[in-house]
């Protein structure tokens, strides 16, 4: 990066950080470090809640994956609307009105302690795991940038967001992300534009799009019943509702964030701000990358967007095969240029047989280029067994990189470091304030002072970031990492939800029931995830460990002696 490039991002960061903890001095009490006082207006709870799910692996992953598989993940997303309103009506004025701390509060006042601590473990083992992919891939940055293994970067923005975390508490979490946010939508929006500005100068909005939808890459609305296939409508309205309405319903690192509603009213408002502005942000992140394969039509597209593996490969006995293999890609990308300016033609034309010559031919040239990166994956595995050769994540990070003017590389960079430093802060604080009250106040210190109890906040904040660092370490190896933080959440969130429906609306099952059908459950999900995951698509894993919790604890019940449970 250039000298303007680091001075942008540093400032930015600065100013973010400087903002957060400024907006969150003189904190005395428990209240406000979880909770913030239970003061923020509306629009800051909206966008602390998009910014703790809008992580750096929205921004890095998601253009990555419409790069390579095209438009069809914003279907994950459907259900979130849906989710929203039945939250509403719900879960947050019940929440408000026992005045809690966590979620799981609300389960021993309607169970017993053995189901709250249950839900809570399961909670803290999903989060502690996915906030450490969370850290990871803003390591990616970094690694890119200067060159070096993402583990040294994962250890320096691991230490700079713990520290943070640490000092600031929920208040100072929130009051960042609300300027945040706002840089982010900026920068995103500039992103669009500059990707568009980068095509070739007769190629437009349209244009790119067609190009892009020739290749299969523009098909977002999928209405099949496949079970091969993850992304369809219906995985997302069905599956994405429960997935969504557990994760904002049960999952602490969320209800945390709305909890900081100075009322309902506000809570409510917030919520229903995400559930109207998440998709079309979403979709929005998925076209960047849509363009950006429409810009590798007409430029030369790296085989291998890791860089660090890629100089690896340069330095190695494997270089002159590497570099044969580049020169293979140059022939082929001119006979691509070709095609696409003659597809290009057609579609003016609105030439029908000439438009599905031309694709076909075009398909067949990006069919040709995927064997040579498959060539290319090859090498570098046998130059190293032990490298990393899924770069997915790199996709997006290296066309900004190499194409973008001096400044707004670094704009880019902070907006995806700001991302992941928002959204990790948000987990790591739901971990420490989910360990604190439903953990060390309930079973180990039960009548500490509000000065005991912050001291131990802020000490189970610097474990718990001092295990996500630790997973960090080992998340390059899960693939593309939008993908593994939703398949993580699924296998617990279905469950967690299932036991959260039996509170608000099967009034007649008691906590044994529930505890038993609850362990039972997350042993079908784990089960049908390890032995049939090539069959059942990961969302559909929510709906079906919710059901299963009912229904098993339906059956228990039955078997136990009845039992009337009055409203909470």
Known sequence: MSTADWLVLFITLLLIVAYGV????????????????????????????????????TFLAAPGLAFTSGMSFVQFYFGLPLAMIVLCITFVPIFHKLKIFTAYEFLEKRFDIKTRA??????????????????????????????????????????VVILYTVYGGTKAVSYTQLLQMAIIFAGLLGAGFMVLHLLPQEIGFSEALHIAGKSGKTKAIDFSLDLDNQYTVWTGLIGGFFL????????????????????????????????????????CILLIGVFVFSYYQFNTSPLFFNRVEIQKL??????????????????????????VDELKQAITADNTVLIDSKREQLAAINKENDKLRTAVITLIKENDPHADTNDNN????????????????????????????GATASAINSLASTSVIDIYK???????????????????????????????????????????????????????????????????????????????????????????????????????????????????????????????
Not at 317 to 326: E, N, R, S, T
Not at 397 to 421: D, E, Q, R, Y
Not at 481 to 494: D, K, M, R, T
Request: proline share 2%.
């Open 22 to 57: 400024f907006k969150s001095r003189n904190i005395h009490n428990i209240d406000g470090y979880l909770l913030g006082n239970r003061s923020l207006p509306w629009y800051n709870v909206g966008l602390s809640v998009m910014a703790t799910q809008a992580s750096a692996i």
């Open 118 to 159: 249950l839900t809570a473990a399961l909670f803290l083992i999903q989060r502690g795991v996915s906030t450490g992919i969370t850290i990871f891939a803003p390591s990616i940055i970094l690694s890119t940038i200067l060159q070096i293994d993402t583990s040294y970067t994962t250890l320096v923005i691991g230490t």
């Open 244 to 283: 969504q309405l557990s994760y904002f319903g049960t999952d602490q690192s969320q209800v945390g964030r709305y909890l900081t509603g100075s009322s309902v009213r506000d809570s409510r408002l917030g919520l229903l701000m995400n559930g109207l502005l998440k998709i079309p942000m979403q979709f």
């Open 314 to 339: 340069e330095n190695s006995l494997h270089k002159d095969a590497y570099h044969q293999i580049l020169k293979q890609q140059e022939q082929l990308t001119l006979h691509r240029n070709n095609t």
């Open 394 to 421: 790199y996709i997006f990070l290296s066309f900004v990189t190499s194409t973008f003017p001096k400044g707004f590389i670094g704009l880019l960079i902070a907006i995806i470091m700001l991302a992941s430093m």
């Open 442 to 568: 309930r079973f180990i210190h039960t009548d500490g002072s509000d000065k005991n109890y912050l001291q131990a906040s802020r000490l189970f904040t610097l474990g718990w970031g001092i295990f996500t660092v630790v997973v960090a370490l080992y998340a390059n190896k899960l693939g593309n990492l939008l993908e593994a933080v939703n398949i993580l959440g699924s296998l617990f969130y279905g469950t967690i939800l299932g036991v959260f429906l039996i509170a608000f609306y099967f009034k007649k099952i008691g906590g044994k029931a529930v505890f038993m059908a609850a362990l039972l459950a997350e042993v079908i999900v784990f089960a049908l995830w390890i032995f049939k995951a090539d069959l059942i698509p990961f969302l559909w894993l929510n709906p079906i460990g919710c059901f299963a919790v009912i229904v098993i604890a339906m059956g228990i019940q039955k078997l136990l002696k009845p039992r009337f449970i009055s409203s909470t």
